[in-house]
């Protein structure tokens, strides 16, 4: 088993989970994925700044925020956010994502609300496909069943380098120093003896990463069980119960059995349910109808926090 700091270093906090308008116990659509030092904050909804200073979310870390669509409910909530990090006095980069309309709207917070930026932003419009790629994962994105343009989200992990075989290293007369450092990232190392150690010889298979993938706001759709393949996550909303099936359907939005049904199509290993009705003061029917279609399900709640422990071999 992996130490503390591997189970911990991936954390979901659900910020917001209510649908359209807020309640007093639910905020407006906004989760933020700590991984590692890095924040990643998928939807600003309004208010989302007083909930990540509640959860404990800081303000300063490298960070970047995925947009999926430019209905209110999830994106009212940047205007405040950049201000309070201005008036903290961020200085790091900020990357903004989602469809078109995001780059306007920034520009229009600069333009007419009074305070000055203390650090970059940096308004990426996207479409379907690849939005970014890092060293140690990626996002994609693909259009929903809500409105044009209108996109879901998959964080994926790349693999990580198997296990490194202390033993099989000294067997093969690589002393403990620099040279495993190099065989453990993926290099081959020569000998003194001249001897060549390839990396395979002393590591054991990689080790899958983690995949989440966060619908926004969508009905069924194709492009969402694809995306959602294998992923250990699955948020999708389901803002009416199974009777207002028609209502979530005009709307193109989802009930309790859609989003179970997407995740079973998809094999998603969790489900939680998200983006809650304000007219559900007990939102446990939801949690009941998925159930009985994908047992692994939950209900998200503010402040609801998971985390997701790696895979070990
Ligand atoms: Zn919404
Ligand atoms: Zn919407």
Known sequence: MGGCGELTDLQITFLGTGGSIPTPKRGLSAIAIQRKAELLLFDCGEGTQRQMIQAGVGFHR??????????????????????????????????????????????????????????P???????????????????????????????????????????????????????????????????????????????????????????????????????????????????????FEDELKERAVEDGHSTPSMAAETAKAAGAKRLVLTHISARYKDANILLQQAKKIFVNTELAEDFLRLELPLQED
């Open 62 to 119: 490298k960070a970047k925020v995925f947009v999926t669509h430019m209905h209110g409910d999830h994106v009212l909530g940047l205007p405040g956010l950049l201000q309070t990090m201005s008036l903290l006095g961020r200085t790091k980069k900020l990357e903004i994502y989602g469809p078109h309309g995001i780059k306007d709207f920034v520009e229009a917070i600069n333009q007419t609300v009074r305070f000055s930026l203390t650090f």
């Open 121 to 239: 932003v940096q308004v990426t419009e996207i479409e379907s496909g690849m939005v970014c790629k890092e060293k140690e994962y990626e996002v994609e994105a693909t259009q929903t069943n809500h409105m044009d343009p209108s996109l879901a989200y998959a964080l994926t992990e790349k693999p990580r380098p198997g296990r490194f075989h202390t033993e099989k290293a000294k067997e093969l007369g690589v002393h403990e120093g620099p040279l495993w450092s190099k065989l453990q990232a993926g290099s081959s190392v020569k000998l003194p003896s001249g001897r060549i150690v390839e990396p395979e010889m002393v590591l054991g298979a990689s080790r899958p990463g983690r995949k989440i993938v966060y619908t926004g706001d969508t009905g069924p759709s194709e492009n969402l069980v694809k995306l959602a393949e294998n992923a250990d996550l699955l948020i999708h909303e389901a803002t």
